[in-house]
């Protein structure tokens, strides 16, 4: 089977490698890895991933999804039998300074990973959306059966998009397509523009950290390999051609969060930081910043039902993994 996987050099993107590395596959990466973050980190990744394979079993393209020509040629080389698409341009707040990466890279570079499937009869796309795309909705815990016409960040705004687009390309040319609605990812080698990164950092250095609404929102937060597990569970779980109670259209299409089930406020999140590192955190209260809601809890039932999907780790020994790996990481 080959497999490609956008984002390679990303958080997801590098554990999904790992752990399909010890599959009978063939995979191939791609990243631009940009500056959004330390590139050293992103370069270290794919060190590991190039580290524990072979050029039969893995293969690491800097490649930029915005770039038309490139990726076309991509697919005409490897025809792909599962694409899962990893890559886009991360961060709701960033999205507010930057909104042009976001369309750059979550529109632009989709529509070229969507063409590039259709061309090559990929048999199954997977792709990352996010919890984001509830927006503010009161109902709580998020279900897919709700209605997300109404996000509060550009980032939210191009994950929809991204799910619109999945299920026009369904319908028009039968691509069984996956969004995954990622809620709070977190472990080692995670994002430094994540809080339980910037916390630990900054925790483990003395300094004060910002905390938001008093540390009053929750949080589905979902260990990384917990996420892994639900991905690669998914992969043969090709959608069949269905249509929606309010709808005629036919497509090979499906939507699933994937979180932990059980939100965890931020004043939870931050004692077990203070615990794995050993020091209590210098606190700066400040309020709720735009495009940020208040609670993200996922309901996982369908995921559960369809493929047995069961998060197992508990935010303080997520944590305190992450912790561990930061600490040899960074030499603390």
Known sequence: ???????AAGFIGFHLIKKLLEKNCFIVGIDNINDYYDVDLKNDRIKVLVENSSTETFKFIKLDLANREAMSTLFSRYKFDVVI???????????IENPHAYMDSNMVGFLNVLEGCRHSKVKHLLYASSSSVYGMNVKQ????????????SLYAATKKSNELMAHTYSHLYNIPTTGLRFFTVYGPYGRPDMAYFSFTKKILSGQQIDVYNNGEMQRDFTYIDDI???????IDKIPA???SSITTAIA????????????????????????????????????????????????????TTDVGFKPSISIEDGIAKFVEWYKQYYSV
């Open 1 to 7: 089977m080959n497999i490609l996987v956008t984002g």
């Open 85 to 95: 698409n990893l890559g886009a341009q991360a961060g709701v707040r960033y999205s």
């Open 141 to 152: 815990p998020f279900s897919t059966e709700d209605r997300v016409d109404y996000p509060i």
């Open 228 to 234: 892994v597990e639900g991905i690669i569970l998914l």
């Open 241 to 243: 051609p269905q249509k």
């Open 252 to 303: 090979p299409y499906q939507i699933y969060n994937i979180g932990n089930n059980q939100p965890v406020t931020l004043r939870r999140f931050i004692s077990a930081i203070e615990q794995a590192c050993g020091k209590k955190a210098k606190e700066n209260l400040l309020p709720m910043q735009p495009g940020d809601v208040p609670i993200t809890y996922a309901d996982i039932d369908e995921l």
